[in-house]
């Protein structure tokens, strides 16, 4: 075995040690490291880094690989993420065993400098080259942090617009049954109310709903300003008449979220 090939192995460590020892004698007997592939790489990016103690590289891959994520982005349009996600690992895949030679090199090169005696470059190698488990596992835990807050972005969002929407579903449920007594009241005295409780209707509000009154020929739902409404916001329905001389109550929003709105009053 020569001297190279024990730093080598030392620099490695048990794990796999001959699948890159002998991509390393490659690249040392071809003067140069190049692209070849590497599975385990390809399919773990960051954790495979973290794994063969490449900290700076692992953390510098997931900057990489977020900037090249957005850039590919604003390129591709909708078919971005896909091409990403294809460069993000096919990148790791390639360039890994190269990005590893040159951190073994470098490990090796630090301990030929830290003494001269062959047993103890070998101690200093083994120290700080082969793998790590816990990083593995922190990175696995860092993760798991990541991937929670990203569902939470996801998940609270949409959680607060279902809120929203059964908010205003109820005022507009609230309203309908007060236009059914305000249009019931129309017909029985060919007029408006002036208030809706002319109409018979007393309305028990919830509490998103600030106020439900008639304003003018309108009939309002006033939502309360607060979580979810910062602006509050209005349901209203107006009495209109088509070509024909038939009447229809028509519902409109002001300063509500669209897609809280029931189909009748978009």
């Known amino acids: 075995m020569s001297d190279r090939e024990a730093l080598y192995r030392a620099a490695i460590g048990p794990k796999n040690q ?10 040392d ?3 140069k490291a190049g692209p070849s592939w590497n599975w385990p790489a ?22 990489a690989a ?7 982005g604003m390129i591709f349009g909708d078919i971005g993420p896909l091409i990403a996600l294809i460069a993000q690992v096919a990148l790791p895949g390639m360039y890994a065993n190269m990005l590893y030679h040159a951190h073994c090199n470098q490990k090796i090169e630090e301990a030929l400098a830290a003494g001269t005696d062959p047993a103890y470059q070998l101690g200093v190698l083994e120290g700080k080259g082969g793998t790590s488990r816990s990083g ?3 990175g696995f835990v860092l993760l798991g942090f990541v991937v929670l807050g990203m569902l939470a972005a996801v998940a609270i969002p949409q959680y607060q617009t279902y809120l ?6 109820e005022a507009a449920a609230l309203g309908r049954r007060a236009v059914e007594s305000v249009e019931a009241y129309r017909r029985q005295h060919d007029e408006l109310p002036a208030k809706l409780v002319e109409a018979g209707f007393i309305p028990t509000p919830p509490l998103h709903v600030y106020s439900i009154e008639m304003d003018g020929p309108a009939m309002v739902v006033t939502i309360r300003q607060g979580a979810g409404f910062p602006d509050g916001g209005r349901l ?14 028509r519902c409109r929003a002001q300063r509500l979220p669209a897609p809280t709105l029931p189909e009748d009053c978009r």
């Open 66 to 72: 977020n900037l090249l994520a957005w850039i590919i």
């Open 236 to 249: 209203i329905w107006e009495l209109t008449e088509s070509a024909d001389g038939k009447t229809a109550w």
């Open 164 to 169: 929203n929407k059964a908010k205003v579903a």
């Open 29 to 31: 007997e071809a003067g």
């Open 136 to 138: 593995a596992i922190i």
């Open 42 to 63: 390809a399919l773990l990016t960051f954790f495979w880094f973290i794994y063969r103690r490449m900290w700076a590289v692992g953390f510098a891959y997931l900057v």
């Open 18 to 27: 001959d699948y890159y020892l002998s991509r390393f004698l490659a690249f």
